[in-house]
């Protein structure tokens, strides 16, 4: 039975979906006699951009186990569903009536992670003429004024210089002074990939059974949201704290080792591999990033899993992921609109069928559809890789990003798409675009084994399309290029082509464009 609430209250409490920590700022001082957690479900959300039906349900069913569960603690809620018949469908909206209903003297909020939603918050506020307490998220280990303290004068932002910094503050793999092993980065030990045999014993992924909560999500979603993209036939993502931590666990125990060895690596029809599954339930703030680095180190500590696998993983959480955030805030809100190389071209259809010949494409597009999911290098040297070649609008790739990932949150995924991706930045967030022609796919996975063309080839029937636009993107932004001291061994690679052979690969890759489009 749904407990009655008050018609004045003194704090209407925000929890956003990307909020769910009853550990978080908003709930420190919270007085269940006085005050009102507020949540909404609201189409806009799932419609901003067109969101994946993975993402949705995750989101969903994630927002109601913790109102469930906040309600159990004794916190009064109110909670608005997306069916509601007087449901807004938008977060202002159905800000703005839970003020009518409840008339508080003030709102308070954990800082949000998506600039849009910071400014629809304060915007609601002020129209109430309501004091709007924002509240710093303590999720992170950094503060987004730490952040811009550290990058205050310096010409460059690199993440290298961000991460010793905070592996130093929090004493996290340290030996005093010193990194443990004498060395801040293992990436020279890591990063190979499977081989011919491919990846063997792989552990199975922490997978969960949707419960009665979730299949009802499921249920709504299909039927509200049947035209978007994707499937939820195989749901199994963590909506509640206890998943979490138990994916947590599974990953450390089992596969943690291996993590560090094979985090590039790729495989058909292989999605979870090595990798720890573990960002969504940390942009869902089912995890705290703390606790998630503590296992790893510990899991060091005890001999269980080796330095570099540790150190690798351990960066990803407290160096990158603090570091996007980081970014994200500085930039906003210009940064949305960049395009550092000018790329103008739509994102082909079918990104949301991965129905494509290119069999590298074909596959982490299909695993994404499916899942929600795709590894980092799927992302940036797979999908990301052929839209920079191709010349795709970064804000294009970027909604599709954010729609197609159920870890995708503004703050992390804008960043990561449009900076590193996407050289959109023009070298904000990384020092060079990371392009590559079809061999690095060959390197490290199976995918070019069977697929009609050949990573060797930049001209012909059989010709690689990430080979020929890698050709075609050096020389179209050569010029650009040239200034990059990062650049110069791929230009003097592109001074060995002779004029009939930029010539074949640029009418190739004009051919290749036009059949995209």
Not at 90 to 96: K, P, Q
Not at 328 to 346: G, I, S, V
Not at 458 to 465: I, K, L, Q, Y
Request: proline content about 5%; some cysteine.
């Amino acid at each position: 039975m749904k407990k009655t609430l008050p018609t004045h209250v003194r704090h209407l409490v925000i929890v956003l979906g990307d909020q769910l920590d009853e550990a978080s700022s908003a709930l420190q001082d919270f007085d269940p006699t006085q005050d009102v957690v507020w949540m909404a479900e609201v189409a806009e959300e799932s419609e901003h951009v067109w969101s994946a039906q993975q993402r949705i349900a995750v989101f969903l069913s994630a927002m109601r186990h913790f109102a469930e569960h906040l309600r159990k603690k004794g916190l009064p809620v109110r909670y608005a569903h997306l069916g509601d018949a007087d449901n807004t469908g938008t977060l202002a909206g159905e800000l703005s009536r839970a003020i009518d209903a409840l008339h508080p003297t003030g709102l308070v909020l954990t800082a949000p992670g998506d600039w849009r939603v910071l400014q629809a918050m304060r915007s609601v506020a002020e129209r109430h003429q309501l004091p709007l307490d924002l509240r710093d998220d303590t999720h992170f280990f950094s503060t987004v004024r730490e952040f811009a303290a550290h990058a205050k004068g310096r010409k460059q932002l690199r993440l290298e210089y961000w991460y010793r910094e905070l592996r130093q503050k929090h004493d996290i793999l340290m030996d005093g002074k010193q990194p443990v092993g004498g060395q801040w980065n293992f990436d020279a030990d890591n990063r190979e990939s499977f081989g011919k045999t491919g990846p063997q014993n792989v552990p199975p992924p922490s997978r969960f059974e949707p419960d009665h909560i979730t299949r009802e999500v499921i249920d709504v979603v299909r039927s509200r949201f049947a035209k978007h993209p994707g499937s939820l036939q195989q749901f199994g993502w963590p909506v509640t704290r206890a998943q979490a931590l138990q994916a947590l666990d599974t990953f450390v125990r089992e596969r943690l080792p291996l993590f560090g060895q094979y985090e590039d690596a790729m495989w058909s029809g292989e999605a979870w591999l090595y990798h720890s599954h573990l960002s969504c339930a940390l942009n869902l703030k089912l995890l705290n990033p703390r606790e998630v680095v503590a296992a790893a180190e510990a899991a060091h500590d005890s001999g269980h899993a080796p330095l570099a696998a540790t150190e690798g993983f351990i960066r990803q959480i407290l160096g990158w992921r603090e570091y996007v955030r980081g970014i994200y805030w500085m930039q906003m809100p210009d940064y949305l609109e960049r395009n550092a190389l000018n790329a103008q071209a739509e994102l082909p259809a079918w990104y949301w069928t991965g129905e494509t010949d290119m069999a590298c494409l074909k596959d982490a597009i299909g695993q994404t559809l499916q899942h929600g999911y795709a590894h980092h290098i799927q992302r940036l040297m797979v999908t990301g890789l052929y839209a920079l070649l191709l010349g795709v609008k970064p804000q294009a790739v970027h909604r599709w990003y954010l729609s197609v990932y159920v870890d995708a949150v503004e703050w992390v995924e804008l960043p990561n798409t449009l900076g590193m991706s996407q050289f959109g930045d023009g070298g904000v967030m990384a020092s060079k675009p990371y392009v590559a022609t079809g061999k690095y796919i060959q390197r490290m996975s199976n995918h070019c084994k069977g697929c009609r063309y050949d990573p060797a080839q930049s001209t012909g029937a059989r010709a690689c399309p990430f080979t020929t636009l890698y050709w075609d993107f050096l020389a179209r932004h050569e010029a650009l290029l040239r200034k990059n001291p990062r650049m110069a061994m791929q230009m003097k690679n592109l001074e060995r082509l002779d004029v009939a052979a930029r010539e074949a690969i640029g009418s190739q890759a004009e051919a290749h464009r036009a059949a995209q489009g």
